[in-house]
C-alpha cells in the first residue's frame, strides 16, 4: 500500500478546483456533492485544490507552496493525492482507488460492486449511528460490544449487511441478542503471500481481537488483521487474550 485512504470532510468549506472544461466541471460537481464550496485559487481558506489544466505545473507549484494538497487531472506524478471511484450508499461510502495506476479499473470493480450491495446499506450504516448510545449500553465493554456488532454483522447474522431490511432489525437485535462468549483459539496456517489466504481466513484475521503469530509470519499477512488488533508473537506466556484470538503458524 503506497497510499492512505482517508476520508477529508469538506462539507461548507472551499476548495480551489482550477480549469475549464469537461475534466474541470466533474471535480467542480465532485466537490459540491460532498457539500464544499469550488472557489479560485485566490481564495486563503481553501486547503485542497484540484487542478484541470492543459500544462498545469506553475498552477501545481504555486499552490503547494502554500501548503494545500493538490490533485492534477491525469498527472498522478503531481498529485499529493488521488480521487477514487466511489460506491456511494450514504452514509457508507466505500472508496476504491489504485494510486493512479488506471482510473478506469476503479471504476469497473465499483461499477461490479454496485450490483452485489443493497440500496438499504445506507439505512443500515444510519440506523446504527442513532443505535450508538443504546448499543453502548447494552454492551458497556468495548470488546463485548465489537464481539456482538461482528456477529451481527457477519455472514448470515441478525444484520447481515448483504440481506434485506436489516437496518429494520437493528431494535430487535438490540433488545434480543447476547454477545458471544469467547471461544477457543484458532490456529491458521498460512503462507507468505496473502493471495493464498482462503475467505475463512481473511475473515478471521478482519475479525480477530488478538493475533498470536510465530516470529517468522511474514508482515504482509500479518497486516491482513485488524490495525486495532493485538499482535503477539510467539511463544506466548500468561493468559490468553480477551475476545477471538487467532493463532498463525507458517506453512
Known sequence: MRALPLFHRVAGRP??????????????????????????????????????EDEPEAAA???KARGLLVNVVDRPELCDFTTPSVLDRDPLLIAIGSDGASAG?????????EALLPAGLGALAA????????????????????????????????????????????????????????GEPIELHVSDDPDDLTLRQ????????????????APAILSRARADALRI????????PAGLVLILRRG
Open 15 to 52: 476548495v480551489i478546483v482550477l480549469g475549464q472544461g469537461p475534466e474541470a466541471d466533474a471535480k467542480r460537481r465532485l466537490v459540491e456533492r460532498a457539500g464544499g464550496v469550488s472557489v479560485g485559487e485566490d481564495d486563503t481558506e481553501a486547503r485542497l485544490a484540484f487542478v484541470a
Open 61 to 63: 507549484a504555486r499552490l
Open 105 to 113: 479499473l476503479a471504476k469497473h470493480v465499483r461499477l461490479r460492486l
Open 127 to 182: 440506523g446504527l449511528a442513532s443505535a450508538r448510545e443504546a448499543i453502548r449500553a447494552r454492551w458497556p465493554a468495548g470488546d463485548e460490544r465489537r464481539r456482538a456488532l461482528d456477529a451481527a454483522l457477519g455472514e448470515g447474522g441478525a444484520l447481515d449487511p448483504l440481506t434485506e431490511g436489516a437496518a429494520e432489525r437493528i431494535a430487535r437485535w438490540i433488545g434480543d441478542s447476547h454477545a458471544p462468549e469467547p
Open 202 to 217: 481473511a475473515r478471521l484475521l478482519g475479525r480477530a481481537d488478538a493475533v498470536l503469530h510465530e516470529p517468522d509470519v
Open 233 to 240: 508473537a510467539l511463544p506466548h506466556e500468561g493468559p490468553m
